[in-house]
């Protein structure tokens, strides 16, 4: 099935929830960016993503060759300039908000999963550069990676050290020319390894000589696959090889590589920002990335709904099109208002970054706020709404010539990657919650009480959110027992935000299109249905630990 880009939701959200006219003062560009994205998308991304998911990323020798149609679809990103969009002017970026950029993201992903993976995880390669890079690095790389000619990968994963990052053994030795001596082996990798740019720019993470055990003694390096002439273009081999690439549930289209740095000791790294700074200067480059991860649900969750939709008109029984039956309309609509209650909460957050970095203090505090939420309510609706295409679908959604399957195959891996969902709300939590001592979160809650009060089921869930947070906050309760209810806690606070700027849309949308019925019709099944559900999991977030260890983990395994 082709893809149809959502522009005109797209530009809804962008003026209602980000309200991109306080970022941007020229609704023509603005048009234009909403448009052209989801025309470039559509046109040269979609039509890839059966053969990205059937034949996908091919290793050989140490080298990936992706399938055939992908270097010109990426040869034709990088000409339109739309990787662009959000980074710095004087590197040769546009300089345009960061929503905006989200705008292109969403559609790439929806268009094509996989291959999107590696446009999005270059722009916070971008960002840890130009926060933490000296301007030498800045200088060389900054641009290329900028136009997208080359890409940037994150290099976090070692076979011991998942989520324990700070058990990682990839070493970093200093060199009598400035530059240091990598050596070690990284896994899941994404686009670690392939043949749609000239050169990857990898940030490493790595231990230095003496440095203490644990996350203080973590460096990051800059290790580009190549290493760069005199006049800036890639050189000499860097002892950086691909060892092999994972074979996966989903995301076909995306190498997800096994890298060995330093096999002959002559694999050079470049230190950015200072010594023992590396887990700060990369969660800059991963903050970026959990809201691109929850966006993926997004993603993700439209395409299923477009298809599910479609089938359903076309598909007959009992008489009349699935789409008349009421549990098929129940699902459908379920489909539409998670997808555009994630999508609201991933651009208002958006929308937060840009005015974090116009110097607004408390906008930074609060995407501070919805970064957990964004990564881990985007990626759970990814997957509940993919789910629900199969089951729209029937039998035929269990058949991998539908597409449906694909979708949730794609997707599964969003809960995982970046931080699993546990550690987002375990991050909720133990450091958001406490931000200035819970005053971030109440000006929130404060928020959407003024403008959304007449809900009164949305009121409800906000008030037992404030009630859960203020429990959490207390000093009698236990660690264990904040973090036994920190998921069901995130999911009623992502879903409180979710529906306050739900209810904002559909108190804008008026009635006299198509386009407004249908918003409004999601709102309230958003605040109607998907409500009340996150209201009644207060209890779960207050059940605490015990019950979890009612029997030992030998008894558990029996």
Known sequence: ??????????????????????????????????????AFAAGEYAPLSRIGDEVGAVWKDGAVTMPEGFKAAYRAFVEGGWGSINAPEA??????????????????????????????????????????????????????LVTGEWNGTMNLTEPQAGSDVGALRTTATPAADGSWRIKGNKIFITFGEHDLTDNIIHLVLARTPDAPAGTKGISLFLVPKFRLNADGTPGEFNDVRCVSIEHKLGIHASPTCSLSFGDNDDCHGWLIGEEMGGMRAMF????????NVGLQGVQVAERATQEAIAYAQERV???????????????????????????????????????????????????????????????????????????????????????????????????????????????????KLPMQGGEVLAALLADIRAEAGDEATLMRLVDRVDSVARWMLGNEVSAEDKLAGSYPLTTMLSVAVGGWLMARQAGVAGDATPFARMKHASARFFLDRIVPEAAGLEASARAGASGLYVIDAETLAA
């Open 1 to 38: 099935m082709t893809y149809t880009p959502p522009v005109a939701e797209q530009r809804f959200v962008l003026d209602h929830v980000v309200r991109i006219g306080e970022l941007v003062d020229d609704p023509d560009l603005i048009d234009a960016i909403v448009e052209g994205a989801g």
């Open 91 to 144: 590197f040769g970026g546009q300089g345009l908000p960061y929503a905006l950029a989200t705008i292109v993201m969403e559609d790439l992903g929806s268009a094509n999963m996989g291959f999107s993976l590696i446009n999005m995880l270059t722009p916070g390669a971008i960002e840890a550069l130009v926060s933490h890079g000296s301007p030498e690095q800045q200088a060389s790389y900054l641009p290329k």
């Open 284 to 291: 800059t480059m991963m903050n970026n990335a959990r809201l």
């Open 317 to 431: 029984q009992l008489g009349k099109p699935i789409i008349e039956h009421p549990d098929v309309r129940r699902m459908l609509l379920r489909m539409r208002a998670l997808t555009q209650g994630a999508r609201s909460l991933i651009y208002y957050a958006a929308g937060q970054a840009d005015r974090a970095h116009r110097g607004d203090h408390a906008a930074r505090a609060r995407l501070d706020l919805l970064t957990p939420l964004a990564k881990a309510w985007g990626t759970d609706v990814g997957c509940e709404v993919a789910s629900l295409g199969v089951q729209v679908h029937g039998g035929m959604g269990f058949i991998e010539e539908t597409g449906a399957a694909q979708h949730y195959r794609d997707i599964r891996i969003a809960p995982i990657y970046e931080g699993t969902n546990g550690i987002q709300a375990a991050d909720l939590v133990g450091r």
